[in-house]
């Protein structure tokens, strides 16, 4: 995925309220931008960080900004998670994905149920491949994390998609790693242990789990390669 137009660059003073920032510009002004990220941004948030954001012509956006990257002084961190699902899907069509490469139709947001939808599905022929993809901005000690928060609604879809797989489907859960230092990816069981041990219960009875490292640059953010999932005992 290529950014047009260009991002712009800028250095953070502060994120709150969950869905706002405020950026410094190179020339000392600040300007709020739109922050679309629910989570906590834990370790990619500190005041002072490097940041590159969008711009949006649309009229009706009281905030025409949106924070697209963090940079912790060591690598790009995406943090922008409207774009993820995007990502993901330019991967599996560019047949980036390897273990999601038998298809003949893909489609976004799919409703499983009167209540919920699933990210993506991948049809051939009569074979389902339901998949619900997670932006992953955490890591510690070169450990991807995920969540960076509580996250109920996330469980919620491990159950979904293992409710698929019991009748028949294929289910994956997929993390999308947007950032370049750390080797392998585990659940955050000490922010969320309900989420953890259900991703190992949901993986017992046969819900796929990938995890993928994304190249983040201010021109672009493409897949960079697999990570090695590795569950808590």
């Known amino acids: 995925m290529h950014f047009t137009p260009p991002l712009k660059h800028g250095t953070l003073s502060r994120?709150?309220?969950?869905?706002?920032?405020?950026?410094?510009?190179?020339g000392g002004k600040?300007?709020?931008?739109?922050?679309?990220?629910?989570?906590?941004?834990r370790g990619c948030s500190d005041p002072g960080s490097q940041v590159c954001f969008s711009h949006s012509a649309n009229p009706a956006r009281k905030y025409p900004h949106t924070l697209e990257m963090v940079h912790n002084g060591i690598t790009w961190i995406g943090v922008n998670t409207v774009r993820t699902n995007q990502i993901v899907a330019e991967a599996i069509e560019k047949g980036q994905i390897r273990e999601l490469t038998n298809f003949?139709?893909?489609?976004?947001?799919?409703?499983?149920?009167?209540?919920?939808?699933?990210?993506?599905?991948?049809?051939?022929g009569g074979q389902q491949t339901y998949i619900e993809v997670k932006n992953c901005s955490l890591a510690e000690n070169g450990r991807a994390l995920f969540p960076d928060a509580v996250t109920k609604r996330g469980?919620?879809?491990?159950?979904?998609?293992?409710?698929?797989?019991?009748?028949?489907h294929k289910g994956v859960i997929f993390f999308l790693v947007q950032r370049l230092d750390c080797d392998c990816f585990t659940p955050a069981a000490a922010i969320d242990p309900v989420y953890a041990a259900t991703l190992a219960e949901v993986h017992l009875t046969g819900v796929t789990i990938l995890a993928y490292q994304a190249r983040v640059t201010p021109e672009s953010i493409e897949?960079?390669?697999s990570l090695p999932v590795k569950l808590d005992k």
């Open 30 to 41: 600040e300007i709020t931008v739109h922050c679309p990220n629910s989570g906590s941004m």
């Open 104 to 124: 003949d139709t893909l489609r976004s947001e799919v409703k499983i149920s009167s209540a919920s939808r699933l990210d993506l599905l991948l049809e051939d």
């Open 15 to 26: 994120r709150y309220k969950r869905f706002l920032a405020d950026v410094r510009l190179p």
């Open 155 to 168: 469980t919620k879809h491990l159950r979904e998609l293992e409710r698929l797989v019991i009748n028949g």
């Open 223 to 225: 897949i960079a390669g």
